[in-house]
């Protein structure tokens, strides 16, 4: 089993940037697949990016070329830059994990969210 902690969420200015955090325990983080995924109120959960333990990577279109996911092994971590912000991107960002592929379901782990307000 595996354990994700989101950190980095806050309140920023359309343009601006933000990192988030997704912090593992539990199990080997290498091992796992990572992905990102938001959730605006009224609406479903979205799926953002992902990426393999191997570090292929995985886009939604609404959001590749101002996100980029990233992972540290060693610090059993894995990150979200988000960049260029949007009003529209206000949402609750969550992190998950799974043990086997990336695409964009099924996956088994999930954090709690952090939560990314953009103002206009």
């Known amino acids: 089993q595996v354990q994700l902690v989101e950190s980095g969420g806050g309140l920023v200015q359309a343009g601006g940037s933000l990192r988030l955090s997704c912090a593992a325990s539990?199990?080997?983080?290498?091992?796992?697949?990572v992905a990102w995924f938001r959730q605006a109120p009224g609406k479903e959960r979205e799926f953002l990016t992902s990426m393999s333990w191997n570090g292929n990577t995985d886009y939604a279109d609404s959001v590749k070329g101002r996100f980029t996911i990233s992972r540290d092994n060693a610090k059993n971590s894995a990150y979200l830059q988000l960049n260029s912000l949007k009003p529209e991107d206000t949402a609750v960002y969550f992190c998950?994990?799974?043990?086997?592929?990336?695409?964009?379901?099924?996956?088994?782990?999930w954090g709690q969210g952090t939560q990314v307000t953009v103002s206009s």
């Open positions: 539990g199990r080997t983080f290498s091992d796992y697949a």
């Open positions: 998950a994990a799974r043990r086997l592929g990336f695409g964009r379901s099924n996956w088994s782990y």
